[in-house]
Structures are given as C-alpha cells and as structure tokens.
C-alpha cells in the first residue's frame, strides 16, 4: 500500500488550518496521481497561510501599530481584501472536493487558480507598500501649496530658518517616529531650491520662439554688423601708425640720453652718420615743448623785438630757425644739422664767427651735452665788450640755481635779470664783461647740469 507522508497531513495543522479529512486509499494508479496533487494542494495551502499572517518586523522609523489600526479602520475594503480572498479559496476547495474526482483536470485547473489566487495576494502586498511610501511622500510635502511657493521664493539665512522650523512644525509630538528632526545646514537648504526650481524648469512647457519674453535685451537678439574691409584697413593702419608711433618715441629717448650723456663732438659725428635720426629728435622734441604752457623761444623772440633790429643775433642750437623768423635781427643760426637753409652745421663749441662780432647769443634749451663751458667760452669770445648773453634751460636740471649763476660769472659774465617763476623753464640774461677769469683746467662744478631723460610714456 501507498503511505502519504507525514508533512502533507501536518502542514496546515501547522499553519493553523483544520486538518484534511482522511480517505480510503486505494492502491490504484489514479488515487496514486489523485495523491500527488493532494500533496500539491497541501503545499500551497500551507504557503498560503504562512504567506499572510507574517508581516515584516518594524524597521526604525516605520508605522507604529497604532498608525496601523487607524488605517485599517479608515480603509477596511483594502484590510480584510486579503482575508476575502482566502475565506473564497477555502469555498472552492471544499467544492472541488465534493464535486470533482480523484485526478481529475478539475484539480489541475484548481492548482492554476491557487497559483493566480497566491499573486494576486503578494500583488496587494506590494499595493499595501505602494500605499505606505505614498502616505510617507504626503508627509513630507506640505500641505498648503500657496505656503509651499512662498517658501521657495523665499530667499536667504530667514528662508532656511523658516523651512527648518516648519520641518519641525510638521512633525507632530505624538509621532513615534525613531529619527529626531534634523535641521539643514546652509548647504543643504540651498540645493534643495536648487532642486526644486530645476524640477520646476523641467516641467515648464517650452515657449516657442514666437512667444519669446519681450523684455529680452535688443543687444542680444540684434548681430552686430559684419566689418567690411574697409574697417579692417582703417584698423590695420591705425595699429601700424601707433606702432610707428612707439618705435619713433624710443628712438627719441635713445638719440636723448646719448646727447646729454657725451660731447657735442660726439653727437655731431652721430648725426653726420644717420642725418634721420636729428629729423626724428627734433620731432620728438617739439612734441614734448608743445605740451608746455609757453615755449622759451617765444619769450626770447618777445625780449628781442623790444630792443634794436640792428643788433646781430648768434642762435647756438638752433633747430628749425624758429627765432631767426619771429624777429627783423640778423641771425646766424647754428647746430648738429640742418632743417633750414639759413643752419650753420657746426659743433657750438666752435662756430665759424670772428671775435666780438655778435650784439647777442642765444642758448634756448641747447646747454646739453658735457661740455657746457666750452659753449660759454665760445659765447664770450663772439660776443661784443657788454654783449647780451641769454640762456633759458629746463628748471628740473638745476641742483643749485646760486652755483650755477657763480660758475657762469667766473666766465666772464654778470648776471642781469633772472625769471625762476615758470614751472618748466628758468631764463638767465647775462652780460659779458670781460674774457674768463680763471683758467682752462680751473674746476667749476656748478657747470655740471642734470640731464634731462624723457620717461617711457
């Protein structure tokens, strides 16, 4: 005889359902198949009941048994649907039973309803869970939407301090929640409306761009204009211009420092060489006297019109005649090079004139160089018994305005007049009265001028 095992006949007295009523077994081949899907049956049976009276273990943080209770009252229908189901199992098993013989296809067909019965149970379970996150997710969002939109248009140290207290607010003190409220640091409340205008901008439609905002800037929307070529030769020569510009201007510091640097021996021999680069000085020059509030030469030219035409005028650096045009004297006009015909090239230091044959000499801005009593000595020499001599020199190269007037009357020379009251130049007037009284190898240190170097601009 065939012997069921002792499990099957077990299994639901375990589960706490009532045992299944014993049969006669016979040992034919049907009742051996009709006993397997018994045993079948039994299983699932079994896997049923153990299925629906365990629930998880409460998690910290999770719904206590009073929050259980609670739902099940406010929602009964979807608390007893599982105990429905079962209470609808057992009715057509016991149908099956008194209806269908031992192994039947009506057993078969009831284990496939079993199995569908068994999802259907584990698919309300997860509805069960589906509900619980979404009561969790109500919890967390706040129930007025207004208040909501007014906290995220809030900004700053009082928004975060709003939103902290209102997380805590919402918290009930009844709640038995394991977790306290946590307050958000300064960081945390910033990404979160951070998140939340991105999540905002996500859902937002897209406008069309015919609906475009109005208040957008016409800089944006209007492209400036393609250049023409034109606008890229007019831009091409006016770098090329301020280029030009700054290679002239560092000619003109060299060429400069190398006059007030050496003798006036060796600045001729420099222009002689390159005759371009006295143009290039005496350009630079006249652009730095011209930012000056007056030009020495135009006080000179003004002395000299008050005095008789029929003085003859000795022009020692004269550059471009400037002094010979603004008067009626004679002027002999010398210096490194010639930009007028009316230029005497010659070193000032020894110029092509007799002895005592000028009325007056003239040394606007020309005292450079390192050998400035030779240029004097020069003077004395051409100059007439009671000869005028006028000197007019930047007042930044004087040091001592006293040992240079001493020096220069220890040449042979009285001072007449002197005018220290412009802010660029001194003016000096001279008269000569007599030849050097000292000599040739006698030190006069208040000769020794400072030169004047132009900064890089």
Known sequence: MFEEPEWAEEAPVAAGLPPVASRPRPASASQIKGSKHRQ????????EAASLPQQPPSL??????????ERKKKHPKKASSASASIEVEKKRKKKC???????????????????????GVFSASDSAEEQKRKRKCQKQVPSNPAQHQDNDNQTGPKAWKSS??????????GSTSANPPQTLSRKQWRN????????????????????????????????PPAPSPDNYEDRAGALRARMAQRLDGARFRYLNEQLYSGPSSAAQRLFQEDPEAFLLY??????????????PVDRIARDLRQRPASLVVADFGCGDCRLASSIRNPVHCFDLASLDPRVTVCDMAQVPLEDESVDVAVFCLSLMGTNIRDFLEEANRVLKQGGLLKVAEVS??????????????????????????????FLFDFEKTGPPRVGPKAQLTGLKLQPCLYKRR
Not at 406 to 422: C, E, H, P, Q, R
Request: some cysteine; aromatic content about 6%; proline content about 9%.
């Open 60 to 69: 910290p943080g999770s719904d206590s048994e009073e929050d259980v209770v």
């Open 40 to 47: 079948l049956l039994a299983t699932l049976r079994a896997l």
């Open 164 to 173: 902290a207290t209102n997380d805590q607010s919402k918290q009930s003190p």
């Open 282 to 295: 005496h350009r630079g020059f006249q652009s730095q006297v011209k930012k000056w509030p007056l030009q």
């Open 396 to 425: 930044s190269r004087f040091e001592d305005v006293r040992t240079f007037l001493g020096a220069v009357t220890k040449l042979g020379f009285k001072v007449i007049s002197k005018d220290l009251t412009n802010s660029h130049f």
């Open 97 to 119: 039973q008194q209806q269908g013989p031992p192994g039947s296809d009506y057993e078969e067909k009831e284990v496939k309803r079993s199995k569908k019965c068994l999802k």
């Open 192 to 223: 979160r409306q951070k998140n939340k205008r991105r999540h905002k901008n996500k859902f937002r439609p897209p406008q069309p761009p015919d609906q475009a905002p109005a208040t957008a800037p016409k800089e944006e929307t209007e492209m």
